[in-house]
């Protein structure tokens, strides 16, 4: 278990490594910072001024290894546009953000599980295809559309829950919902694909045999095998939640990562934007790292791989 602990552990840090690199270069390959910060108008005495006290007239190699040498001790500069230091931004937006995909996730699974099990047990009947039916529907709709017709219907239409900030629990509602709708689909597929494949088992045959209520068998001996892959993927999930959330938070306006990532690329904040890529993969790699383990954990004949 620690060879296999270590073994993914490397691959991790391998991995962030590589984000770090390509985040730093793809904003460097995108023109000249100097002039995308001093702006369009500004006179070349400005432009080399601001070049030198950015350090950007240093090599390439230089520069990122000061940048990724501050970023391991979580030193990613000041903001150009809020005046603030980065991570006085980011430990102020990542609660919203955090907040936000938890609970989306947490409603994703409370709808997904239920309704694959569901549909795994009465296949192909009516309720199986009403259940690939939402699942299909989720995957079509684009989750920014999705938000705006929850705002026309609950907001708007119904008065029930307000339509924008992050001021109490109810704002949360519509947003957590939008997004955990998007991340649903593939969670219920793969609860009912594991259900189906635990239910032909001869184990689920011996217990229907002893005379056990078929909802101990689905439930205790069912669903208890078949969750482990669904265990992974919610993990990973998760991390495209953090990562994908700057168009739900920029239709709601919630003040998170994704709605400051996305006025730091409006206004060339690239301290901000290169702080908020690097941490948003952070997330995602360790997740991933996490999902490893605790499939690991959870069957044993992972650990030899």
Same mark, same amino acid.
């Given at each position: 278990?620690?060879?296999?602990?270590?073994?993914?552990? @490397?691959?991790?840090? $391998? /991995?962030?490594? +590589?984000? $770090?690199?390509?985040?730093?270069?793809?904003?460097?390959?995108?023109?000249? &910072?100097?002039?995308?910060?001093?702006?369009?108008? *500004?006179? *070349?005495? +400005?432009? =080399?001024?601001?070049?030198?006290?950015?350090? @950007?007239?240093? %090599?390439?190699? !230089?520069?990122?290894?000061?940048?990724?040498?501050? $970023?391991?001790?979580?030193?990613?500069?000041?903001?150009?546009?809020?005046?603030? #230091?980065?991570?006085?931004?980011?430990?102020?937006?990542? %609660?919203? #953000?955090?907040?936000?995909?938890?609970?989306?996730?947490?409603?994703? &699974?409370?709808?997904?599980?239920?309704?694959? /099990?569901?549909?795994? /047990?009465?296949?192909?009947?009516? /309720?199986?295809?009403?259940?690939?039916?939402?699942?299909? @529907?989720?995957?079509?709709?684009?989750?920014?559309?999705?938000?705006?017709? @929850?705002?026309?219907?609950?907001?708007?239409?119904?008065?029930?829950?307000?339509?924008?900030?992050?001021?109490?629990?109810?704002?949360?509602?519509?947003?957590?919902? *939008?997004?955990?709708?998007?991340?649903?689909?593939?969670?219920?597929?793969? #609860?009912?694909?594991?259900?189906?494949?635990?239910?032909?088992?001869?184990?689920?045959?011996?217990?229907?045999?002893?005379?056990?209520?078929?909802?101990? !068998? !689905? !439930?205790?001996?069912?669903?208890?095998?078949?969750?482990? %892959?669904?265990?992974?993927?919610?993990?990973?999930?998760?991390?495209?939640?953090?990562?994908?959330?700057?168009?739900?938070?920029?239709?709601?306006?919630?003040?998170?990562?994704?709605?400051? =990532?996305?006025?730091?690329?409006?206004?060339?904040?690239? %301290?901000?934007?290169?702080?908020?890529?690097?941490?948003? $993969?952070?997330?995602?790699?360790?997740? #991933?790292?996490?999902?490893?383990?605790?499939?690991?954990?959870?069957?044993?004949?992972?650990?030899?791989?």
């Amino acid at each position: 278990m620690v060879r296999f602990i270590l073994n993914r552990l @490397l691959v991790a840090l $391998a /991995v962030l490594f +590589t984000v $770090a690199v390509v985040s730093f270069a793809l904003l460097h390959l995108s023109g000249d &910072l100097a002039i995308a910060i001093a702006g369009p108008d *500004a006179s *070349a005495e +400005t432009v =080399a001024q601001i070049r030198v006290q950015n350090g @950007l007239d240093q %090599p390439l190699l !230089v520069q990122f290894s000061h940048w990724f040498w501050s $970023a391991l001790h979580l030193d990613f500069g000041r903001s150009f546009y809020f005046e603030n #230091t980065v991570m006085e931004l980011v430990g102020q937006r990542m %609660p919203i #953000t955090l907040q936000l995909g938890g609970v989306a996730l947490l409603l994703a &699974l409370v709808v997904a599980i239920p309704l694959g /099990v569901v549909a795994a /047990v009465f296949r192909d009947s009516w /309720v199986d295809r009403c259940a690939m039916f939402i699942s299909v @529907l989720g995957q079509a709709i684009p989750n920014f559309w999705f938000a705006l017709v @929850l705002i026309l219907i609950f907001a708007v239409g119904l008065k029930w829950l307000p339509v924008a900030g992050n001021g109490s629990w109810q704002h949360f509602v519509l947003p957590a919902v *939008a997004l955990g709708y998007y991340a649903m689909p593939s969670l219920m597929r793969l #609860t009912r694909s594991g259900m189906l494949d635990v239910l032909g088992a001869d184990y689920i045959r011996t217990a229907h045999a002893k005379g056990l209520s078929a909802f101990k !068998v !689905v !439930v205790k001996h069912g669903l208890r095998n078949a969750i482990i %892959p669904v265990v992974a993927l919610a993990t990973v999930e998760l991390g495209f939640m953090l990562g994908g959330s700057v168009v739900i938070e920029s239709v709601f306006s919630l003040q998170g990562l994704g709605q400051l =990532a996305w006025d730091s690329i409006s206004r060339n904040d690239f %301290p901000v934007v290169q702080a908020i890529v690097l941490i948003i $993969a952070i997330f995602y790699i360790g997740l #991933t790292f996490l999902a490893d383990v605790l499939n690991a954990v959870l069957d044993p004949r992972l650990r030899s791989k």
